[in-house]
Structures are given as structure tokens and as C-alpha cells.
């Protein structure tokens, strides 16, 4: 009986919805439920975090699930402001979107099936605009069903990470 309870045990560590989603990625609080859609690790969390805020330096920030990466984003500060459908059309691997739509949002922000941009003024020793670029490696490109999922992450870690900056 305790051989069965212990395979039980086994089988249940090793379930994806048991791996904990971080209540902070990358520097920002978020509330777990809302990365939890767009985040499907199979083995536990962990950051490469390459960003300081103090600084205001472009640089990538990736939430890994082993050694893959499940959410990339990328933080940059830029003395003017950003296009985001030239950015999220074009073809590098830092800032392209898939199917990119502008949303209404407080910020101006685009969601596509893999990944969205936003854009704000904020000023920092980095420039006067910070733009968050975000993409999901593990969504395939045709899979029209994070849409949403890719937006509610944005208006909630968007504006949360502006007020991690220290924006004048």
C-alpha cells in the first residue's frame, strides 16, 4: 500500500499544475492568475534576468521552464518612441508579434496570437520612453486562443512595471 502511495506522490510532483507560477517576474508583482494562462511549465520556474531597472539598459528578461523559455520579455528606454507595428512586423527575434492588433488600452499597446508590445513615456537615465515587448516561444504561431489571455497579461503587467521604473 505505501509502494502505491508513493508512486501517487511521484506521478503528482511531476504534474505541470503543480509547478508554482511566480508572484513576481522579472522585477514586477503579478498576480499568478493572470500569468498562469500564457505560462505552462514542465519543470520548475526559473529567471534569467538580465534587466537593471537602476540603470535603464535594454535588456531581456526570460521566465524558463527547465531549459526552455516559456514568457521572453524585453525591456527598452529609447529617447524617441517606438513604432510598434514596424517593431512587431519585423522579422528579428527580440520584438516580432504574429498577427499584431492595436487594443484600447490607457497605453499604447498591440496583442498578437504569440506575443504583444507596449509603449509609454518615461522618463529615465535610459530615454523618455520605456517600451516592454513580450513574447510566448511556446505558443505556435497559428494559435488564435491566447489572444485574450496576451492582453489581460499587459494591462495588468504593464502598467506594473512603470511604476517599478521611477519614471519623471
Partial sequence: MSALAVSAFAVSCNDPADHEIPKAICGTQIDP?????????????????????????????????????????????????????????????????????AIDFTYKTIVGTDGAISIAPCETSGGKYFTLTLQLPQISLMDQTHRKDIERFMRAYFPATLKTLGCK
Fill in 33 to 101: 492568475s493572470v500569468s498562469r494562462p500564457l505560462v505552462t511549465p514542465d519543470e520548475d520556474l526559473h529567471e534569467y534576468n538580465r534587466v537593471d531597472r537602476s540603470e535603464a539598459i535594454t535588456a531581456p528578461c526570460v521566465l524558463l521552464s527547465g531549459p526552455d523559455p516559456v514568457l521572453d520579455l524585453g525591456f527598452s528606454w529609447d529617447p524617441n518612441p517606438t513604432d510598434l507595428m514596424y517593431l512587431a512586423q519585423g522579422t528579428g527575434s527580440v520584438s516580432h508579434v504574429t498577427d499584431p492588433h
